[in-house]
């Protein structure tokens, strides 16, 4: 496996469902990020984690929650979504150094009905 | 606040040139990400620009003028499959990993 990958490509929960979405980077990069991306809308960063340690939380409700147990591993873990949570989840990796370009997953798309 | 502008869509032809504009309005500046997405898939970096000037990558460059808040993205010899979404991103900090504020994207279809 090379780059970023995310599982699964696509979930469809219901609003009282727990799910995980789950991230790994093969980069050996040192920082992680979750993104929401919905229709018509910016790319919305959710949380950042730069050495496993969270460094960034846009206000996001708490019925998303990351986990980051090491550098190559991510999860946003899911519990009573609602309907306007339905969008792609992105995840990227970049170095903490440089042009902090980033690398992105394919994307998780999630429906919740 | 927090703002970058780009147009939401534009329509060009196949061998032409085309001109992706972008300007922002951010708390603090660590250069300027130009992204490629098509429909469906992962964004995908094509350049960065932290100083002033032209950046030249094969079929496309990108431009930056910090003092304006602006950059552009030009797409050369185009082909059917630059058909996609561009997204202008500035990343805010120098450190605690690179935070990206994305704009909406350009929808960009290029025709026979």
């Known amino acids: 496996e090379t780059g970023v990958t995310q599982t699964p490509r696509h979930l469809v929960m219901g609003m009282t469902n727990k799910k995980s979405l789950k991230c790994e980077q093969h980069l050996g990069h040192n920082a992680m990020y979750w993104y929401k991306q919905s229709a018509k809308k910016p790319l919305e960063l959710m949380f950042v984690y730069s050495l496993e340690e969270r460094v960034e939380n846009n206000s996001v409700p708490s019925r998303f929650s990351p986990e980051c147990p090491n550098s190559s591993h991510l999860f946003l873990h899911l519990h009573t979504l609602q309907p306007e949570d339905s969008a792609l989840y992105l995840c990227?990796?970049?170095?903490?150094?440089?042009?902090?370009?980033?690398?992105f997953g394919p994307g998780t798309r999630l429906t919740v009905t | 606040g927090q703002n970058i502008d780009q147009p939401t869509e534009m329509t060009a032809t196949e061998g032409a040139i085309v001109q992706i504009n972008c300007t922002y309005q951010?708390?603090?500046?660590?250069?300027l990400f130009w992204y490629q997405q098509h429909a469906g898939e992962a964004p995908t970096f094509l350049s960065y620009n932290v100083l002033d000037g032209l950046e030249e990558k094969g079929r496309f460059s990108s431009f930056l003028s910090r003092s304006k808040g602006y950059s552009y993205l030009l797409l050369k010899e185009l082909q059917m499959k630059d058909s996609a979404s561009y997204l202008c991103a500035v990343s805010d900090s120098w450190n605690q990993g690179g935070k990206l504020i994305f704009g909406q994207g350009t929808e960009l279809s290029v025709k026979p």
């Open positions: 951010t708390s603090g500046f660590n250069g």
């Open positions: 990227a990796s970049s170095h903490l150094t440089g042009g902090n370009e980033q690398y």
